[in-house]
T-cell receptor, first 115, second 119 residues
Framework: DAGITQSPRHKVTETGTPVTLRCHQT?????MYWYRQDPGHGLRLIHY???????DKGEVSDGYSVSRSKTEDFLLTLESATSSQTSVYFC??????????????FGEGSRLTVL | AQKITQTQPGMFVQEKEAVTLDCTYD???????LFWYKQPSSGEMIFLIY??????QNATEGRYSLNFQKARKSANLVISASQLGDSAMYFC????????????????FGQGTILTVHP
């Protein structure tokens, strides 16, 4: 158990509304990630963080912003949600169980539907 | 940039038989890592196995083995003695290195293969 909690787990919202997804971890991991999963695309990286206030864009960052004001929380914000952002969102942390491997551990996912 | 290709959208296997899930990758990095994850219908992502690009031996973890062929840029997952609980989506993923030699641990994923195990 990597101690990752995502909230909310399910959300339905309307086009144009702001949405924030929260990822909380309890084990002081430095690296955190937000991915989205869509059929036919696998998981695609949205943004990632390599420390407090240190973030960078991933492959599909348009329409998303992130913030990390403390180690344990990584927030993903959709400023104005669109139907194309309907997806399952996964938060992940880089594990320290096997330092040479560096596998990612994922949260349970947040299903977002934008009507 | 890295790219992962999984060409099998779906695979079927009989219980207790072995199955190979294909994965090819493209990268110009000298050092990289290859991963396989399992996603059951419940949705969680489960790490299965890892292979480093400099590892000479193929990785094994229980019934999972990674058939790493560096020259062919392939990293196929072999599941031996399939069980009904192996029915799931399987993702191949890769971690490379940026120009500065770091990757920040980011993984690039393939599209996934749905495996169905028949009794």
């Amino acid at each position: 158990d990597a101690g990752i909690t995502q909230s909310p787990r399910h959300k339905v919202t309307e086009t144009g509304t702001p949405v924030t997804l929260r990822c909380h971890q309890t084990e002081n991991h430095r690296y955190m990630y937000w991915y989205r999963q869509d059929p036919g695309h696998g998981l695609r990286l949205i943004h990632y963080s390599y420390g407090v206030k240190d973030t960078d864009k991933g492959e599909v960052s348009d329409g998303y912003s992130v913030s990390r004001s403390k180690t344990e929380d990584f927030l993903l914000t959709l400023e104005s949600a669109t139907s194309s952002q309907t997806s399952v969102y996964f938060c992940a942390i880089k594990g320290s169980l096997h330092p040479n491997t560096g596998e990612l551990f994922f949260g349970e996912g947040s299903r977002l539907t934008v009507l | 940039a890295q790219k992962i290709t999984q060409t099998q959208p779906g695979m079927f296997v009989q219980e207790k038989e072995a199955v190979t899930l294909d994965c090819t990758y493209d990268t110009s990095d000298q050092s990289y890592g290859l991963f396989w994850y399992k996603q059951p219908s419940s949705g969680e992502m489960i790490f299965l196995i890892y292979q480093g690009s400099y590892d000479e031996q193929n990785a094994t973890e229980g019934r999972y083995s990674l058939n790493f062929q560096k020259a062919r840029k392939s990293a196929n997952l072999v599941i031996s003695a399939s069980q009904l609980g192996d029915s799931a989506m399987y993702f191949c993923a890769m971690r490379g290195a940026n120009a500065g030699g770091t990757s920040y641990g980011k993984l690039t994923f393939g599209q996934g293969t749905i495996l169905t195990v028949h009794p």
